[in-house]
Nanobody, 122 residues
């Protein structure tokens, strides 16, 4: 069984920074892409950022220039460095692994973490 474990959420004042981490475990051979999405109660989950195994990145327009995604392929870990945080960034942030393959060749198209809350106060 694979799992994604997030850490680094918390409360911060507007203009501050936070760094989220997400480690994937479970006899993993490879992960095509890893990323972060966020969700506010009553709204749909939205993509924040995604990074492929080759290092290509994709960001939501709302976070471009403020957030930076990176990953350590050897550790199956993805990071989200968030700077210049705004109250509208307040949400539960979910880690995501796309195209995960275990060493026994079992494939998971899409795996999600449990989420970590980020609260930005004005």
């Amino acid at each position: 069984q694979v799992q994604l474990v997030e850490s680094g959420g918390g409360s911060v004042q507007a203009g501050g920074s936070l760094r989220l981490s997400c480690a994937a475990s479970g006899n993993i051979f490879s992960i095509n892409a890893m990323g972060w999405s966020r969700q506010v109660p009553g709204k749909q989950r939205e993509l924040v950022a995604l990074v492929t195994a080759g290092g290509s990145t994709n960001y939501a327009d709302s976070v471009k220039g403020r957030f930076t995604i990176s990953r350590d392929n050897a550790k199956n870990t993805v990071y989200l460095q968030m700077a210049s945080l705004k109250p509208e960034d307040t949400a539960v942030y979910y880690c995501r692994a796309v195209g995960l393959i275990r060493r026994d060749s079992y494939k998971y198209p899409d795996v999600w973490g449990q989420g970590t809350l980020v609260t930005v106060s004005s």
